[in-house]
């Protein structure tokens, strides 16, 4: 039977069936009425779980709480870790703590689980059927309370291995992801729920040194709504704060109590982890992890691992920010290039212009002279039309979405280029920005919109002009902005215009 019940045991893989399993069988190969395997907390060194046999759900329930692993006999067994028998239980100085409606106990056999020095839980029946337990029965129970030992080391093992996996991968999802191009603020997001999730956290929060001396909390995540957690401030001075400026991670048993942590949020939170972003000796920030309180603690498992997350997550931010600078910088440079071009672009035009207007200065014809001269100060209309664009967009900050209608305008040509294979050129004409309203820019918008996408959809389309004019006249002579999209493409009625020209027109128009 006991060889039986030993290769039962062995064929479990999951922990808490396989300790219930030794619980059974101990009572079976004994004849004990009740049975119960206290586990031990690897931290607390309180009864983390307790595993019965002849108890009843209801007996549970008027038993109500845990026990301790401290007081009565099994604290004998924890403190003196050796097997323990008694013939009556109730007249042993040393039974305590029992309490309100547990069965009625008499005979005890009880021995520790352990693997080597270390103390996991107890291992104990009561009131065998037929006489007293017996040397064999201790040798029985000995024995399973061997295997509940292996059986308890090997699930921590294995927990600590799939723990450690997950905060190794979860490291790395967060580099991968900060070196993605995130800016700062959903950079320091990301860090703060990734560090949540692993760490089974309420709350991940980064707060960075403020200019008076403390730490602001600037970015939260929580598993509901983070509420007034954001803008909350240690204030300098702060004996935790001292910790965390000079490096040190800061472990809090009860945010609520300590007198460390000073944060009006601090009384919804229990267990916590303080842990500095640092890299290359400078402290970036802190990355808090707390618990709600009355969680489970945090185990040095976890405290370790959250510590080399946060010295991980630091180097990331710190590489993210410089890899930002450096797009930044290859930005600029681009822009250099740009304005370099656009340098030769209008040389060459107003070299050309030059060239015409001094053709126009020796011909004779005055019919001749008026077409060459409108020609060329249309040119150089145009020219100009160009740089002031240009330059417009040079002038945008590159991360920012524009604001200006000028700038929305130059974003839809921009994005059409993409779809199109060149992109449009734009011609703005009077105060676009200043008399053109939100509603207006809004249809405009959806207008160009329409334009550009019915011109991709047309074959042959090689060039689109787009025209916006903010100081038009409307047929009905009042001030109104027309928008004016024309491309090269054949026309949708296959016919040509009576000059035999090619392309298609949309004009839109609306009163400012």
């Known amino acids: 039977m006991l060889l039986e019940a030993v290769l039962g045991i062995g064929t479990d893989a999951e922990v808490r069936a396989t300790l219930q399993h030794i619980v059974d069988t101990a009572t079976e190969l004994t004849g004990a009425r009740y049975g119960a395997l206290g586990v031990i907390g690897p931290e607390s060194a309180r009864v983390t779980e307790l595993f019965t046999a002849g108890v009843s759900d209801a007996d549970r329930r008027r038993i109500g709480r845990l026990p301790d692993g401290h007081t009565g006999i099994l604290g004998v067994l924890t403190e003196d870790p050796r097997p323990l028998r008694l013939d009556d239980l ?11 409606g547990h069965p009625e106990m008499r005979s005890f056999l009880g021995v520790p689980v352990q693997v080597g020095p270390e103390v996991l ?8 059927r037929s006489g007293s337990f017996t040397d064999q029965d201790q040798n029985l ?12 080391t090997n699930a921590r093992l294995y927990g600590t291995v799939q723990q450690r996996e997950r905060w190794i991968e979860g490291t790395a999802a967060v580099t991968t992801a900060l070196l993605t191009g995130q800016n700062a603020n959903e950079a ?9 999730v692993l760490a089974d956290a309420y709350a991940g929060v980064v707060l960075q040194p403020t200019a008076a001396g403390g730490m602001e909390i600037v970015a939260a995540s929580t598993a509901d709504e983070p509420g007034d957690i954001v803008g909350a401030v240690i204030e300098p001075g702060s004996p935790v704060l001292v910790q965390l400026l000079g490096g040190e991670p800061v472990f ?12 009006h949020v601090r009384v919804r939170f229990g267990p916590s982890m303080m842990l500095p972003l640092q890299s290359g000796g400078k402290l970036i920030g802190t990355l808090a992890l707390p618990r709600r309180r009355g969680g489970r603690p945090y185990t040095a498992a976890d405290r370790l691992l959250a ?7 630091a180097l990331a931010l710190v590489l993210a920010d410089s890899q930002h600078d450096r797009e930044q910088l290859a930005v600029y440079e681009d ?9 030769d672009l209008v040389v060459q035009r107003l070299f050309a212009t030059e060239m015409m207007l001094e053709s126009v200065r020796r011909r004779a014809s005055a019919a001749d002279l008026n077409v060459l001269l409108g020609r060329a100060v249309d040119e150089l209309d145009f020219t100009i039309q160009e740089v002031r664009t240009t330059i417009f967009a040079l002038q945008q900050p590159p991360a920012d979405a524009p604001t200006t209608l000028r700038g929305k305008v130059l974003r839809e040509t921009g994005g059409a280029a993409v779809l199109l294979g060149f992109r449009p050129s734009v011609r703005f004409t009077g105060p676009v920005d200043t008399v053109v309203g939100d509603p207006a820019a809004r249809r405009l918008l959806a207008a160009l919109r329409g334009a550009l996408a019915a011109a991709h959809r047309r074959p042959g389309v090689t060039s689109i002009e787009v025209r916006i004019d903010a100081a038009a006249q409307l047929p009905d002579g009042r001030a109104g902005v027309r928008l004016v999209v024309r491309d090269d493409g054949p026309r949708e009625d296959g016919e040509e215009s009576g000059t035999g020209e090619r392309g298609t027109t949309v004009t839109w128009e609306t009163h400012l």
Request: net charge negative; no cysteine; hydrophobic share 40%.
């Open 188 to 196: 320091l997001i990301t860090v703060a729920e990734s560090a949540r």
């Open 90 to 100: 109730t007249t042993d100085p040393r039974s305590a703590g029992i309490p309100p």
């Open 121 to 128: 839980g107890s291992l104990y029946l009561a009131e065998k």
């Open 307 to 313: 510590t080399q997350f946060a010295s991980q997550a």
């Open 141 to 152: 129970l000995s024995l399973l309370a061997s295997q509940a030992g292996i059986a308890i």
């Open 335 to 343: 822009r250099d290039r740009i304005a370099r071009d656009l340098h």
């Open 252 to 263: 809090i048993d009860d945010s609520a109590t300590d007198p460390r942590m000073t944060t």
